[in-house]
Structures are given as structure tokens and as C-alpha cells.
């Protein structure tokens, strides 16, 4: 079965990992209230991205059924995050790369949850979304600027808030990279900041994921 696995990641939060090797048919054999899902399938994706939207949801059903019984459809905000309607206190959220998938679902709090395939574009792109103290940190390591691109994904999505600009916004700090690890993550706004721990793992070799539940505000 594709389920990789289901962690518990504090008492009220669930993190789902989906391994993506099943045709879009079988995705949509799994997931329940599929006339709604139909309706919001978004045409026009290739035919990997079309497997990965289908599988975020069927992960998230996944996640649901571990922590609550109750029938329930996934929508999507003005700002793109996703949320069970019937359920309006729960935090959801997905991401996909590759053949991964990883849903994080929490009963009480907001959530994000990013993971990405290693790759050496994160270092390229990174003059656009890093600090310069980010960048001094990552240097060459292409592993810690593929972590800082996720960490600020991650972030963007528990804030759910459009326009937020990376490289001034969404700050980390240095940190030393080992198996699994925590950052500290800032979001500067116009009126607030937040403090964040994110915590940073490998999930599968090539791929990294990061992952937070709430905040701390400062």
C-alpha cells in the first residue's frame, strides 16, 4: 500500500506520508465524497500533478479517519490553504514532490508542512527568497538551501497570507544541519511578528520536509 506512514507529532497532530505509485483511477477509488472532489479537480494538470492533488486528499482522509469519525470534505480558502469545512477548527495542510506526498492534520491549530525533492535549483533561486545571513549560512551546501526554501514554505503556509515577501518576511535562523533537527523561524508583518520552531527531517533519501504546528508570538 502507498501509506508510508502516520506519525503523531504532539497530542492533538497527525503527520501522513504517501509514497505515489498508483494510477489517478486508484486515487479516485479512495477518496470518499468523490462528486465533490470531481467538481473541484483542478483540469488542465499534467498527469503527475493531477496524481499528487489526488493523493494530498486521499492522505487527508487518511489523517481524519485516525483522529475523528466524523464525514467531512476538503475545500480550499481565498489564499489557497486547504480546510475540512465541517470542521473548521482542524488545520490542514499538503504538499507534494516527486513521488512524495505529506499531509499534516491537527484538531486545534494551524499547520504547514512542506517537502521538497534535493535539488540544485533551490540554490540557485535562493538570491531571491534568502537573507543575506541565510545565504552565508547555506554557502555551498545545496542540502541546507533546499531546508531553508521548505522552512519558508512551510511558514507561508501556516500563515496563509498572499504576498508575503520571503526575503524579508519569512527570516530563519542559522542553524546546523543534522538527521532532524528544529529551526527557528520569524514572521515579520506590519503590525505582529511570530516566532516559530519548524521542525526539519529526511523523509526518504532526496527529499527533505519540514513541518510546523502553531506559533509563538513575540
Request: overall charge neutral.
Amino acid at each position: 500500500m502507498p501509506l508510508h506512514s502516520l506519525s503523531p507529532v504532539s497530542p492533538t497532530a497527525l503527520l501522513g506520508l504517501w509514497r505515489l505509485t498508483e494510477p489517478a483511477e486508484a486515487l479516485w477509488a479512495l477518496l470518499p465524497a468523490q462528486a465533490h472532489y470531481l467538481g473541484c479537480f483542478p483540469q488542465g494538470r499534467d498527469e503527475l500533478r493531477a496524481r499528487q492533488w489526488l493523493a494530498g486528499r486521499v492522505l487527508a482522509h487518511q489523517l481524519l479517519r485516525e483522529l475523528n469519525d466524523a464525514p467531512a470534505t476538503l475545500h480550499n480558502d481565498a489564499n489557497g490553504r486547504p480546510f475540512f469545512r465541517e470542521l473548521p477548527a482542524y488545520g490542514v495542510s499538503l504538499s507534494h514532490s516527486g513521488e512524495w506526498v505529506a499531509a499534516l492534520l491537527s484538531t486545534t491549530e494551524a499547520v504547514g508542512t512542506d517537502i521538497e525533492m534535493i535539488r540544485t535549483k533551490a540554490k540557485k533561486l535562493a538570491p531571491r527568497v534568502l537573507s543575506e545571513a541565510e545565504l552565508a549560512d547555506a554557502g555551498d551546501d545545496a542540502v541546507k538551501y533546499c531546508f531553508y526554501w521548505s522552512a519558508k514554505e512551510t511558514l507561508y503556509k501556516l500563515h496563509s497570507r498572499r504576498g508575503l515577501v520571503f526575503k524579508e518576511q519569512i527570516l530563519l535562523n542559522p542553524f546546523e544541519l543534522r538527521e532532524a533537527g528544529v529551526l527557528t523561524g520569524h514572521l515579520l508583518l506590519e503590525n505582529s511578528r511570530s516566532q516559530h520552531q519548524i521542525q526539519y527531517l529526511y523523509p526518504s533519501p532526496g527529499y527533505v520536509l519540514t513541518y510546523a504546528i502553531g506559533e509563538v508570538v513575540s
